[in-house]
């Protein structure tokens, strides 16, 4: 019998579908308390969820359907890696091992609950004492974790290559047996060529998806049963408003889900760069150097915003040059040219501006909105200049 080989990715795609009720009590408990920021934001993540889940399960099935033509086990094993790297899925057998994280970051959960209830004694919300925190500490603590977003773009340039090309040396090896399972996986004959400019995406991917598990079922805990919260320290760190609904972390991987999953590298590193250090360059400037508000009821600032959109271009068109360098390696789906590079980033930092113009007024998270929707126009710039 041969392998389903599109199964982890039918189960990833599934596990987004499944977590969508979850958030949508956090929706509808907001809605109760009336956080329209938490109910706004909160849907248009399930609708990211809805579109990666779909996505996941259809073209798993169909990719393997399709593979039902072949009957030689290593065309069949070469045709749906190639296929699904191609539409943004994971390799057989990547997917597993974001559910083989899953399944270990809830029975750590569980282990630190179950640790909690028996052997520790944890202060109730009262009991807490409140420290007064000045505003920049306050705000380089939200930002450490976008700044480390950084580190995804390192794995579209180095790790990527290097950690599968590992993963599958290890197939190629368990698989050389010639009675082990029946030989039915040939990897040890598998061609690397078509698949390796995809490698960088899948770790990337792969990166993503499993932070954002572990930080959403955190996030879970922490709105079902505050006191058995794992990240206390970091939940220190969220304003008032963001209390009682899901961090900005959890609003900010899947947005970054979307220009990776769609999009070419260069975008995609350059769409991480604008979320991650542009918003934090916005940030600190406005606690900084801030002194004239966007609007009178807006916590923003024009010194804010204006460094946040300078800063999104430099980062943006830095990201963009490091993959666009990368081309002679990896080939057309790593080329770009400096004018272009130029163009692109120009039309995302603007995106990023009038994005920060508008929120909060638009209630949503620009966490979420800024990697998606500057992703989209530096998308769509790229095909109409090139």
């Given at each position: ?325 990368l081309a002679p390696i990896y080939g057309t789906l790593y080329q770009g040219s400096i004018v272009e590079g130029v163009i692109i980033c120009l039309v995302g930092a603007l995106t990023f501006f009038v994005l920060d113009f508008l929120t909060p007024p638009i209630p949503i998270s620009d966490n979420i909105l800024n990697p998606i929707f500057c992703g989209l126009t530096m998308f769509f710039t790229s095909l109409i200049i090139s």
């Amino acid at each position: 019998m041969d392998p389903f080989y599109g199964i982890f990715n039918l189960a990833l795609g599934i596990l987004f579908l499944f977590i969508i009720p979850f958030m949508g009590q956090v929706a509808r408990q907001n809605y109760r308390d009336k956080i329209w920021n938490g109910v706004a934001s909160i849907l248009f993540g399930i609708i990211i969820c809805l579109i990666i889940g779909i996505y996941f399960v259809s073209n798993a099935v169909f990719i393997y359907i399709n593979s039902w033509t072949f009957t030689d086990p290593l065309e069949k094993l070469q045709y749906v890696q190639n296929q699904f790297c191609q539409v943004g899925l994971f390799s057989y057998p990547i997917a597993c091992y974001v559910l083989f994280a899953c399944l270990f970051f809830l029975m750590a959960i569980g282990t630190y609950i179950i640790y909690i209830n028996h052997y520790k004694r944890v202060k109730s919300p009262g009991e807490r004492a409140t420290d007064a925190t000045h505003p920049l500490d306050l705000e380089l603590s939200r930002k450490v974790f976008h700044i480390g977003l950084i580190g995804i773009v390192i794995c579209y340039i180095v790790i990527g290559r290097v950690v599968l090309m590992g993963i599958f040396g290890y197939l190629s090896n368990l698989f050389s047996f010639e009675k082990f399972l029946g030989n039915f996986i040939p990897y040890y004959d598998l061609e690397f060529n078509e698949i390796l400019p995809y490698m960088g995406q899948q770790i990337t991917m792969l990166a993503l998806m499993m932070i954002f598990f572990f930080v959403l079922f955190t996030d879970f805990v922490r709105l079902y049963e505050p006191r058995y919260n794992l990240l206390q320290t970091v939940s220190k760190t969220w304003r008032k408003s963001e209390e009682q609904t899901f961090g900005p972390h959890i609003y900010i991987l899947l947005g970054c889900m979307i220009p990776v999953l769609f999009f070419k590298p260069p975008i995609a590193a350059a769409t991480i760069g604008i979320a991650a250090l542009g918003d934090a360059m916005a940030t600190i400037a406005g606690v900084t150097k801030g002194t004239h508000r966007l609007r009178e009821t807006s916590p923003k600032t024009w010194e804010g915003t204006i460094a946040g959109t300078i800063g999104s271009f430099l980062f943006g068109f830095l990201c963009y040059l490091a993959i666009i360098s990368l081309a002679p390696i990896y080939g057309t789906l790593y080329q770009g040219s400096i004018v272009e590079g130029v163009i692109i980033c120009l039309v995302g930092a603007l995106t990023f501006f009038v994005l920060d113009f508008l929120t909060p007024p638009i209630p949503i998270s620009d966490n979420i909105l800024n990697p998606i929707f500057c992703g989209l126009t530096m998308f769509f710039t790229s095909l109409i200049i090139s």
